[in-house]
């Protein structure tokens, strides 16, 4: 079945500091990837996304590049902000079967932590 | 409304005693699901609906769990016999697309967190 497969935090970042999140995953058709952030005490975000091979997904400063030889969506962002602390979630939703519904099969979580 | 709301945002129940979770999806979203987020993990899928068709129930864990949805408007879960491994933050997500427009991803609920003692 489905996998999602990301680094285990947390990760601990000085402020402006490179930040990488590592995400591989398994699938058995043609997803598309998604990075979800959640900030403490509010629901899941949608950050990025990517639907097709080579696909770089963008948004506030972070990107995530669509690998389909590596299997993998690694999130990065040049410049981390302590505004930035949050739990980051890697997601894959696969080609849907017999029209049942596309959800998502999530990674772990990585929580960010930011220090000024 | 403007985004997914989920009532009570907390709720603690004694081992034993049944709960019911409400999901008020985006209107006009066609799409629901019911995801659990258990402590320091990822989340499980549990159930889906997709307008009037028969819900994708395959994530559910137990008979004890049910969930229920009119046409295109509110979702209740309902955890029938409270366990401890219950405990969790039970996430709703609405999306505006049928199944196969993926691309436009969920809309996500602040989530009910559970507490069973």
């Known amino acids: 079945g489905d996998s999602v497969t990301q680094m285990e935090g947390p990760v601990t970042l000085s402020e402006e500091a490179f930040l990488t999140i590592n995400c591989t995953y398994t699938a058995t058709g043609y997803p598309s990837l998604f990075w979800y952030v959640q900030y403490p005490g509010e629901g899941l975000q949608l950050l990025l996304k990517a639907t097709k091979a080579d696909d770089k997904g963008s948004n506030k400063g972070f990107e995530a590049t669509y690998r389909k030889e590596t299997t993998s969506f690694h999130l990065e962002k040049g410049s981390v902000q302590v505004s930035d602390s949050a739990v980051y979630f890697c997601a894959l939703s696969d080609e849907p079967q017999n029209n049942a519904g596309n959800m998502l099969t999530f990674g772990g979580g990585t929580r960010l932590m930011v220090k000024p | 409304g403007a985004g997914v709301s989920q009532s009570p945002s907390n709720k603690v129940t004694e081992k034993g005693k049944d709960v019911e979770l409400r999901c008020d999806p985006i209107?006009?979203?066609?799409?629901l699901y019911w995801y659990r987020q258990r402590l320091g993990q990822g989340l499980e899928f549990l159930i889906y609906?997709?307008?009037?068709?028969?819900?994708?129930k395959s994530g559910l864990p137990s008979d004890r769990f049910s969930a229920e949805r009119t046409g295109e408007s509110v979702s209740t879960l309902t955890i029938q016999r409270t366990q401890q491994e219950d405990s969790a933050v039970y996430l709703c997500a609405s999306s505006p697309r049928p199944p196969k427009e993926v691309r436009y991803g969920y809309t996500f609920g602040s989530g009910t967190r559970l507490t069973v003692v």
């Open positions: 209107s006009g979203h066609t799409a």
């Open positions: 609906f997709q307008g009037n068709s028969a819900p994708d």
